[in-house]
């Protein structure tokens, strides 16, 4: 069973730092592009982050470009987001989400909440 | 970067209804859309790719139509189990998502 489970989220103060951690189990994982998506209260889905396979190509929206970084490590099928620079808009639920051959998101994890908050 | 803009952002129905959402994409993106369903406190699901491909398991009373710019969403007869938000995607640049269509109970 493909299963993508995130950690890390939780209460932090505006500058502060956390990295959040996607743990991939079910699939190989090192042939699939991974991306971040967030959703804040009462706004929609925001692609953050997408690495490609081998960590060929990292790509970063510019909301988060600069503060943000994703990585991945393939010897432990996890996919990592380090953030910096923390905001009070960056509070959010983050997910990590597959990307099929064709492109799009097949499978996601439940998400872990972020909260930016002094 | 590839805008997506949705229509409605909110829609009142019933069950039995006829439910169609608009899509639409700032540049041509050929069928690379893609239509998700989120409920409160879960991660969105895929309904369709390719901009008419029906996921695995979903059920056929949902339907995507379009291409380069202009898509929908359609539920042909809507059941308790869609009341949700559904949002398009498109995957031909990174991803972007639409602002959102909440299907509320009429």
């Known amino acids: 069973e493909v299963q993508l489970v995130e950690s890390g989220g939780g209460l932090v103060k505006p500058g502060g730092s956390l990295r959040l951690s996607c743990a991939a189990s079910g699939f190989t994982f090192s042939a699939y592009n991974i991306n971040w998506v967030r959703r804040a209260p009462g706004k929609g889905l925001e692609c953050l982050s997408s690495i490609t396979t081998s960590s060929t190509n990292m790509w970063h929206a510019d909301s988060v470009k600069g503060r943000f970084t994703i990585s991945r490590d393939d010897a432990k099928n996890s996919v990592y987001l380090q953030m910096n620079s923390l905001r009070v808009e960056d509070t959010a639920v983050y997910y990590c989400a597959r990307s099929t051959a064709t492109g799009t998101g097949d499978y996601w994890g439940q998400g872990t909440l972020v909260t930016v908050s002094t | 970067d590839i805008q997506m803009t949705q229509s409605p952002s909110t829609l009142s129905a019933s069950v039995g209804d006829r439910v169609t959402i608009t899509c639409r994409a700032s540049r041509s993106i050929s069928t690379s859309l893609a239509w998700y369903q989120q409920k409160p406190g879960k991660a969105p699901k895929l309904l369709i790719y390719?901009?008419?491909s029906l996921e695995s398991g979903v059920p056929s009373r949902f339907s995507g139509s379009g291409s380069g710019t202009e898509f929908t969403l359609t539920i042909s007869s809507l059941q308790p189990d869609d009341f949700a938000t559904y949002y398009c995607q498109q995957y031909q640049n990174y991803w972007t998502f639409g602002q959102g269509t909440k299907v509320e109970i009429k």
């Open positions: 390719q901009a008419s």
